[in-house]
């Protein structure tokens, strides 16, 4: 086992150095680019297929999905309207990486884009060493989640620049506490944002779209 | 990238030597080990502080409970009544490992003890990779989770023996199918039991005591 970390460094570095291009030409692009990041069934495909329903006509969006095994997601997010949908089945792999999400992108026309989602394995533990060349990764945290996860997995948290508190319709029937989960989070990520919202009500996804919009313009304007 | 493959079978195959170890004594003592597995936020740690509620008097039980960070489950499993609970802290990393579980093991007194209970990491992919010694895998479907779950995450669901539909209250509430997650698993492991419960109403709690009984019951049996 002595081995194990100089390789898991090489690993990561060689990781690091494709995430680092990816950044370069989505900041050339003005390209917005979200890694989204929870356990699995926090609800992260169902708020992307919400704001496809919503947003598709006016914001060309791209997505990545990512899932162990299976294109489900993928083929979710097509029936939701999104027209530039690609799925990563990693095939055991507990995450994504650099390299995956390059190897699409190399192959994708990113040309007008306004927006590129990579929606990851459901997993809070080892997509959070991975840069994905992102300008920020998105947590999900599902009320029927416990409430003290920010404490049980903070490196997610601490790299993480919005959480979205998810599935607040079953607030009234969980023992979940939306005042503590954003106390937990802060204590780990003080810049952290936060976003209460239910895809299944409606509830808080008006604010889930202002903040997509405006994050998408101050991008666009950083690449002037 | 080339060397990972073969140091990440050196590791797994270290691990496997120790969890063997693991096994032979459980076997001597005739004492029944789980490892419980799932997402975070599945209701493991709820369901086990059901279950001291319940059996702690007839039953001696050994906890062991993994967290990448904190000790808040073992915690809750002694504020439960556990008078035997071991906190593992992995600090980063994203499953519990045979040596881990070992070295717990190696200062505890299992003498007269009927039950061995590893709580995982919640995690849905990487915990299946580590055998632990244990009898069997206990893995966990919430229904505000995917009922695709066991096609996206096979090699966890290959690998246990029993799958805990969890927090069956919440089914009105939830587009979740039991018998469809069911087949899901059924798909992927022909041979899984399945309990459906609900740790907080208590339906189905009978079913999961009567299961733990039997099968401590017949490791027992085996060992005389």
Same mark, same amino acid.
């Given at each position: 086992?002595?081995?194990?970390?100089?390789v898991?460094?090489?690993?990561?570095?060689?990781?690091?150095r494709?995430? @680092?291009?990816?950044?370069?030409?989505?900041?050339?692009l $003005? /390209?917005?680019s979200?890694n989204l =990041?929870?356990s699995? @069934?926090?609800g992260?495909?169902?708020?992307?297929?919400?704001?496809?329903e919503? /947003?598709s006509? #006016?914001?060309?969006?791209?997505?990545? !999905?990512?899932?162990?095994?299976?294109?489900?997601d !993928?083929?979710?997010?097509v029936?939701?309207?999104?027209t530039? +949908?690609?799925?990563i089945m990693t095939r055991? !792999? &507990?995450?994504?990486? !650099?390299?995956?999400v390059n190897? +699409?992108?190399?192959?994708?026309? *990113?040309?007008g884009a306004?927006?590129?989602?990579?929606?990851n =394995?459901g %997993? *809070?533990? &080892?997509?959070?060493?991975?840069? /994905?060349?992102?300008? @920020?990764? =998105?947590v999900?945290v599902?009320v029927?989640?416990?409430?003290?996860k920010p /404490? #049980?997995?903070p $490196?997610m948290?601490?790299?993480s620049?919005l959480?979205?508190?998810?599935?607040l319709?079953?607030?009234?029937h969980c023992q979940f506490?939306?005042?503590t989960?954003?106390?937990?989070?802060?204590t780990i %990520? %003080?810049d952290?944002?936060?976003i209460?919202?239910?895809?299944f009500?409606?509830d808080?996804?008006?604010?889930?779209y202002r903040?997509?919009?405006?994050?998408?313009?101050d991008k #666009?304007?950083a690449? #002037?």
């Amino acid at each position: 086992m002595v081995k194990k970390i100089p390789v898991e460094k090489k690993v990561l570095s060689e990781n690091d150095r494709i995430a @680092g291009e990816i950044r370069s030409r989505l900041k050339d692009l $003005g /390209l917005l680019s979200l890694n989204l =990041v929870s356990s699995p @069934g926090s609800g992260k495909t169902t708020l992307l297929e919400k704001t496809l329903e919503a /947003l598709s006509e #006016k914001l060309k969006m791209v997505l990545i !999905a990512g899932d162990v095994q299976t294109d489900n997601d !993928a083929a979710r997010l097509v029936k939701a309207g999104g027209t530039d +949908v690609h799925p990563i089945m990693t095939r055991g !792999a &507990c995450h994504l990486d !650099a390299n995956m999400v390059n190897k +699409v992108l190399v192959e994708t026309s *990113l040309d007008g884009a306004d927006l590129l989602i990579i929606e990851n =394995v459901g %997993n *809070l533990v &080892c997509p959070s060493s991975y840069d /994905l060349g992102e300008d @920020g990764k =998105v947590v999900f945290v599902s009320v029927t989640e416990g409430d003290d996860k920010p /404490l #049980k997995y903070p $490196g997610m948290f601490r790299r993480s620049s919005l959480m979205i508190v998810s599935k607040l319709d079953l607030l009234p029937h969980c023992q979940f506490d939306v005042a503590t989960v954003i106390e937990n989070a802060r204590t780990i %990520n %003080n810049d952290i944002e936060v976003i209460q919202l239910s895809s299944f009500t409606g509830d808080g996804m008006d604010e889930w779209y202002r903040w997509l919009k405006q994050n998408i313009q101050d991008k #666009k304007q950083a690449a #002037k």
